[in-house]
């Protein structure tokens, strides 16, 4: 089957989560990513998340269907190896330091002038410009300064104090955007020609996520926190987290037509949260979650992330799909997510091990000979996986 992004090239500098989310989901709508690390490894490969067989398992999750190279960008050699590569590509992916990539001589202004098609897009904490662009991020720090974190501890209980959001998603979200707007300049350069450099970063994107609060602040002058203790929330709600025999379910919404059915099925004038509260602590989450379901309530069983993996409606999309690595074997790893009728994403392979594809694009993309590949790993400038 055709894939929408299968004559795209991707030279992917990234580590962590930030870069590899974005680059991963190039991936699996068909881009070929080529993974650039260092001789010993991008810091990826160490963490966050548990090692196993030597490498964090958050590696394994990001990387999945790309090709992996390994060479000394700090080496004249390397440089040039690199440099080879923009000339055939057609997209960078990077989120060093702001700076970084100029002290290696690899700037948009280098990269422009080896190909001017290509499109770079820088990712960051705070941006390549303005007073914090040099300082250093993670999710929680884009979360923090953005109002989330604050908002996650206010959503948790309005007198109690910030709470970190779960699942990095200061890093994910923003790798969305860093995704969604490398296609964008695609279509631009398909149309123009024309490549460009774009400026990602963690701060911005996470305050357009919390566009609701701000604006709401703007027209009101009042925090949501503020018009909920003028306003606070009507207790009898059937809304929120439900405790029942083995866990917990989640109840969003109070649709008119699901509140009759369920007067109707429980044969009473008026149901409140007291009432659904006493029937679904006698009922497991399967059990709550199919009576609530089939009177039209918007409810879904709380799960550890583990658990979404037995879910029948998720296996039945065949949201989950195995893959096969050489050190680490087989592993389960999420389909790309959006279905297409014409050019589906999907996940093919594993996340490469180090140098695992070095050979196999120096020879068959920049037509380097075997003897000139021996020297150049002989030398140290480039790792070849050799199984």
């Known amino acids: 089957m055709p894939e929408i992004l299968e004559d795209i090239r991707v030279l992917d500098l990234t580590h962590v989560w930030f870069g590899p989310f974005c680059t ?26 548990a090692l196993f067989k030597g490498v964090s398992s958050t590696f394994y999750a990001l990387n999945v269907n790309k090709k992996d190279i390994s060479i000394d960008l700090k080496s004249p050699e390397g440089l040039a190896i690199f440099k080879e590569l923009v000339k055939k590509s057609d997209v960078v992916v990077q989120n060093f330091t702001p700076g970084t990539m100029e002290r290696l001589g690899l700037g948009y202004d ?17 941006g390549q410009t303005g007073p914090y662009s040099k300082l250093a991020s993670y999710a929680v720090i884009a979360e923090a300064i953005s109002g989330h974190t604050y908002a996650t501890g206010k959503n948790h209980d309005i007198n109690g104090p910030p709470i970190n959001m779960a699942g990095a998603m200061g890093d994910l979200g923003p790798a969305m955007f860093a995704a969604f707007s490398i296609v964008a300049a695609i279509r631009h350069r398909d149309r123009t020609g024309v490549g460009q450099m774009i400026d990602v970063n963690q701060v911005e994107c996470m305050v357009a996520f919390n566009t609701c609060a701000t ?66 602590a006698e009922k497991t989450r399967k059990e709550a979650f199919e009576f609530l379901a089939d009177v039209g309530m918007p409810v879904a069983p709380i799960y550890d992330a583990h658990e979404s993996m037995t879910d029948p409606h998720l296996v039945a999309r065949g949201t989950f799909v195995q893959v096969e690595h050489p050190a680490a074997g087989t592993y389960t790893v999420p389909n790309f997510p959006v279905r297409f009728s014409e050019t589906p994403g999907r996940v093919t392979h594993a996340a ?27 030398a140290g400038t480039i790792v070849c996986y050799r199984g």
């Open 24 to 49: 991963m989901m190039l991936a699996e709508l068909g881009a070929e990513v080529i993974k650039v690390e260092p001789p010993w490894g991008t810091i990826g490969r160490l963490g966050p998340g």
């Open 352 to 378: 490469p091990m180090l140098g695992q594809h070095t050979e196999e694009i120096l020879t068959n993309l920049l037509g380097y000979t075997r003897e000139q590949v021996e020297k150049l790993e002989k």
């Open 110 to 126: 280098v990269l422009k002038s080896l190909n001017p098609r290509i499109i770079y897009a820088a990712l960051s904490g705070f």
């Open 215 to 280: 604006t709401a602040y703007s027209l009101f002058k009042e925090t949501s926190w503020e018009m909920r203790k003028k306003r606070p929330r009507d207790p009898s709600r059937i809304w929120g987290i439900f405790k029942v025999k083995d866990g917990w379910i989640q109840i969003a919404g109070e649709r008119p037509k699901a509140i009759d059915k369920l007067r109707e099925k429980l044969g009473v004038d008026e149901v409140n949260r007291e009432m659904v509260e006493k029937i679904v």
